[in-house]
């Protein structure tokens, strides 16, 4: 098992976090807190709009509490008018995303 790393970034008018290790129902709140977090400084930005960019190339594992948390996330994001979106997917996520119809508004 490899515990979830989190790592978060601000440059030109992104928030970026990388998301590493697994993903699942033990680790989701961590990731939920730290997003909800940068969507709230994302909101607070001044005269600019911000961001979130949640970069999973070296994410190894994730379950349907971790897809639940993505959604969340976006739902926010989607109600705040923050851009969201999910970069560096590997295939087995890309894939999974498409099976269950959030490719296109995740990525």
């Known amino acids: 098992m490899e515990p979830l790393q989190l790592s978060t970034t601000r440059h030109n008018g992104s928030l970026t976090v990388s998301v590493s290790g697994e993903l699942d129902i033990a680790t989701t709140e961590r990731l939920r807190a730290h997003l909800l ?12 709009q911000v961001a979130l960019v949640i970069e999973v190339s070296r994410l190894t594992f994730i379950d349907a509490a971790g897809l639940g948390i993505l959604v969340c996330a976006r739902n926010h994001a989607r109600a705040q008018q923050t851009p969201l979106r999910l970069t560096g997917v590997p295939p087995a996520l890309r894939r999974l995303l498409r099976i269950t119809g959030l490719e296109a508004p995740l990525t």
Request: charged content about 35%; hydrophobic content about 40%.
């Open 37 to 48: 977090d940068l969507l709230q400084e994302a909101a607070r930005a001044p005269h600019k």
